[in-house]
Every structure is written in C-alpha cells, then in structure tokens.
C-alpha cells in the first residue's frame, strides 16, 4: 500500500501543469505562447516611457518592478507596481503607464491571449 501510495506520488508530482489563472480573464503564465511585442522592441519601450515622465519628481538610483496585464486587444491593463522605495517616483512611473500605446498580444494557438509582464525599470 505505502509502495502504491509513493507511486503515485510520484507520478503526480513530475505531471505537466499548466501555469495558468482562471478565472472571468485567463492569464497564460507559461512560456508555451508567442510574447507581446512592444512596437518597436523593449528599446522604444523604455524610450517611450522616459517621454512620459516628469523627471523633476524622479529619484536617482531607483528601482522599481512594474507588473501589467497586455490584454487580448494589445491594452495595458491591471497596471501596479511590485517593488519601489520612493513614493514620488512610483507614482509619476504609474502616470506615465497612464498613455501607452497598443502592443501586439501573446498568442497561444492562434488565438491572442491576456499575458501578464513584470519589468524592471532603474533611473541612474
């Protein structure tokens, strides 16, 4: 019985999961899917942010992760930030969020699907 019980322990512990929230919004979390794309790459990204922001209200040397959701349509959503120290700077990063353009979504199978992304952001 114990032989039968560590079986299928072990079995259930090694199964393919998918790493997924369900819910009213599926969020795919694994890396089975084409990623969202920025237009113009991870570099217009961060240059299109600095666009955005006031930087008398931003602190030198700090770093901030920023967690959102891209959305089926490509639309910045459920924007929050996950790690920061100064509270003027994350609020002015959270405005510039306010205004960003559509990326192109994830797909899985074809189909777009809501990812969500954490990026780091460091002022120097």
């Not at 259930?12 to 084409?34: K, M, T």
């Not at 600095?50 to 089926?72: P, R, Y």
């Amino acid at each position: 019985m114990r032989f039968y019980f560590l079986l299928l322990l072990f079995v259930f512990s090694f199964s393919p999961s998918f790493a997924q929230i369900q819910g009213e919004d599926e969020v795919y979390l694994n890396s089975e899917i084409l990623e969202p794309e920025f237009p113009g790459g991870m570099d217009m990204f961060y240059t299109y942010l600095m666009t955005q922001l006031d930087k008398t209200k931003i602190k030198g040397g700090e770093k901030l992760i920023v967690s959102f959701v891209i959305n089926t349509e490509g639309k910045m959503e459920k924007i929050k930030l996950v790690k920061y120290k100064d509270v003027d700077t994350a609020m002015e990063v959270l405005n510039g969020f306010t205004n960003f353009p559509k990326w192109k979504p994830a797909y899985k199978n074809g189909n777009p699907v809501s990812v969500e992304l954490k990026i780091p952001i460091v002022f120097k």
